[in-house]
């Protein structure tokens, strides 16, 4: 009888140390306060714009992911006047591709700046690409519109 106890107990022992318990999900954090350029010559929506400024913070895990992102793309308007173009959105999923490569996507409402009503819905994605120096590069794409990499001078981004 008490060997049976014992044989039980170890077998018990072995299943809770060594049982099938779900693999750890490793979590990833994205975030920036960071400011870029874009190549000459790139425009949005009719827009020359030569830079952006973004603002992010989103975690993405095995079961999507959850946050903001906030972008304001800097342009000069038909007039020669500054016009900003400011980019809000929610992060509904993602992915980490690599140490320095984080992708998330959800949608956005995108403000041109220019008296016209903001365009609510607009799916975006964006790939951020860090670098030994906590900056690197920002690609957007939005609704249809795939923009330039922009490369970040100002600021920081970091993907753990």
Do not use: H
């Not at 693999?23 to 030569?50: K, L, M």
């Amino acid at each position: 009888m008490k060997i049976r106890f014992a044989v039980l107990l170890t077998a018990i022992a072995i299943g809770v140390i060594f049982g099938a318990s779900p693999p750890a999900v490793a979590q990833t954090s994205v975030t920036a306060g960071a400011g870029g350029i874009f190549p000459p010559g790139t425009t949005f929506n009719g827009v020359p714009i030569n830079g952006l400024q973004s603002g992010y913070g989103v975690q993405i895990d095995a079961t999507g992911s959850i946050g903001q992102f906030c972008t304001v793309l800097l342009g000069v308007s038909l007039g020669g006047l500054q016009q900003t173009i400011v980019i809000e959105g929610k992060a509904t999923t993602g992915s980490r591709t690599a140490a320095n490569i984080a992708t998330f996507s959800g949608t956005c409402t995108i403000n041109m700046g220019d008296g016209t009503a903001p365009l609510p819905g607009v799916p975006f994605t964006a790939t951020i690409t860090t670098d030994a120096n906590d900056q690197g590069t920002i690609g957007l794409l939005l609704g249809q519109t795939t923009l330039p990499t922009a490369t970040v001078n100002q600021g920081s981004m970091t993907i753990r």
